[in-house]
């Protein structure tokens, strides 16, 4: 099938790319120039494992290309993609403005009929919005499907090839069959294919994500009591993940959720519910409770160093906001930045894949390091805030002749405590008892 994939970001680039490998002739359209550019050079502009085999593959196939033309995207697809960014607007409501601009643009240049599809994060109603916007425009007959998308970034080749389900919000048979028959490939395991309708998909899509965001947030919760009554977190989560009603996933604390998709679309989410009538009081608790927990160490940190951070130095591994991704996006660790930057610390940080992207927000404000003991040497502190694979088994005699202190505030829980009790570190984590060295 010919597809178009209007913007070519983590989702876009993902499924423009496993498309293509599906053997569909792909043309992937981004308004940034440069980045259109990169991808033409064959350069992959974001770093997501495994995709640039796949991309690769089917450039050199001539089944994956680039363009900034939004023409030349709908005249090649006879499916349409938007995978278009929904960022948190100013009062916490998903920001449809390019959803919606592209949509009217989708309007004018229609001339045959098109399934448009919605694979951004919409709130409820969006289905309806685009349809109106483009129906303004054009008598060219089109359909407009909810079709949210659920891949993890780090993960995303993998999660798009094989979905769990695979959702799809539609009122016209026409459109529905022309995705079933897309999809066919990518659950011939026999995962589902879910139809509704389209309020129903783009609520699904919201209620998922806000309800793992509420799991791990009551998660932090417990782990913060956990530290006030002596109680050890890791125990009590392995307890509870052993009811197969609870799960083991989505239960290990943390200095809270970040990223391009849990803070806003729990605050869309919220911003829906007032808008229509509707008091979210469990998201609003969440909120409330994960921009507590970005910060938690904070204190922690100045309260071991007696309320004088100035001029300290203090190394940071991990500035993604998970492993096996560069995005930033609302990662814990640019908070942490800008809170200890501001109390007068002297910052050096470390990530595998994220440095340029923080390096683009701070500049010369901090210090990158090339590898974990660069950051680490003459450091009074470090702060685990990034749980990359790399970190989880340090040599720690080597960390600890590194640091001017053996001290580590780790907000990702990666050693055991025994160990660190032994290494004689100043270890504190979440949820769990400190060591002291
Ligand atoms: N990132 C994720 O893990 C993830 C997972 C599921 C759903 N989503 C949702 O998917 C949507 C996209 O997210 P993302 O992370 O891929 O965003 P992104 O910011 O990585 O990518 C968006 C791309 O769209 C391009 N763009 C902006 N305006 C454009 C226009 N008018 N025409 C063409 N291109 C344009 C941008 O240049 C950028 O390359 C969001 O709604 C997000 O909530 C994201």
């Not at 920001?95 to 919605?118: M, P, T």
């Not at 919000?169 to 389209?198: C, H, W």
């Not at 956990?226 to 943390?254: N, Q, Y």
Request: glycine share 8%; net charge neutral.
């Amino acid at each position: 099938m010919k597809i178009s994939v209007i913007g070519t970001g983590y989702v876009g680039l993902v499924t423009g790319t496993c498309l293509a490998e599906t053997g569909n002739d792909v043309l992937c359209i981004d308004i940034d120039k440069s980045k259109v550019k990169q991808m033409q050079q064959g350069e992959v502009p974001i770093y997501e494992p495994h995709l640039d085999v796949l991309f690769e593959r089917n450039i050199k196939a001539k089944r994956l290309g680039f363009s900034t033309s939004l023409e030349d995207g709908l005249n090649h697809g006879e499916i349409i993609f938007l995978a278009l960014p929904t960022p948190e607007d100013e009062d916490g409501s998903a920001d449809l403005s390019y959803v919606l601009g592209a949509a009217k643009n989708i309007g004018k240049l229609l001339k045959q009929y098109k399934v448009i599809v919605d694979k951004s994060t919409v709130p409820v109603g969006t289905a309806d919005k685009v349809k109106n916007v483009i129906s303004k425009e054009t008598s060219v007959k089109f359909d407009v499907v909810s079709n949210p998308e659920f891949l993890r970034e780090g993960f995303a080749v993998d999660d798009f090839l094989k979905p769990e389900r695979i959702i799809i919000g539609s009122s016209s048979e026409r459109a529905t069959e022309l995705m079933q028959k897309l999809y066919k490939p990518f659950v011939r395991s026999g995962n589902p294919v879910i139809i509704m309708d389209e309020r129903s998909a783009e609520l699904t899509k919201y209620a998922a994500n806000a309800f793992l965001a509420t799991k791990f947030t009551f998660m932090n919760e417990i782990a913060n009591f956990c530290e006030k009554v002596g109680a050890d977190v890791d125990k009590v989560r392995v307890g509870m993940g052993t009811d197969s009603r609870i799960g083991k996933r989505f239960l290990f604390p943390g200095i809270g959720y970040g990223g391009s998709c849990f803070p806003k679309d729990v605050k869309a989410l919220h911003k829906s519910g007032n808008e229509n009538g509707y008091k979210f009081d469990i998201l609003n608790a969440v909120i409330k409770v994960n921009d507590i927990q970005k910060k938690i160490l904070i204190p922690r940190i100045e309260s071991y160093f007696s309320n004088d951070l100035k001029g300290k130095r203090i190394a940071i591994w991990g500035l993604a906001f998970k492993p096996e991704t560069d995005d930033i996006r609302e990662a814990p660790a640019l908070y942490m930045i800008e809170e200890l930057l501001n109390k007068g610390v002297i910052i050096s940080v470390f990530d595998p894949e994220a440095i340029q992207n923080v390096r683009n927000r701070f500049g010369n404000a901090i210090e990158y390091a090339n590898n974990m003991y660069e950051a680490t040497n003459g450091a009074d502190a470090l702060i685990i805030s990034t749980e990359w694979s790399i970190f989880r088994t340090p040599d720690f005699t080597r960390l600890k002749s590194s640091l001017s202190q053996p001290v580590i505030f780790d907000g990702r829980n990666l050693y055991d405590i025994e160990d660190m009790g032994k290494e004689r570190f100043y270890y504190s984590s979440i949820g769990r008892k400190n060591t002291y060295n």
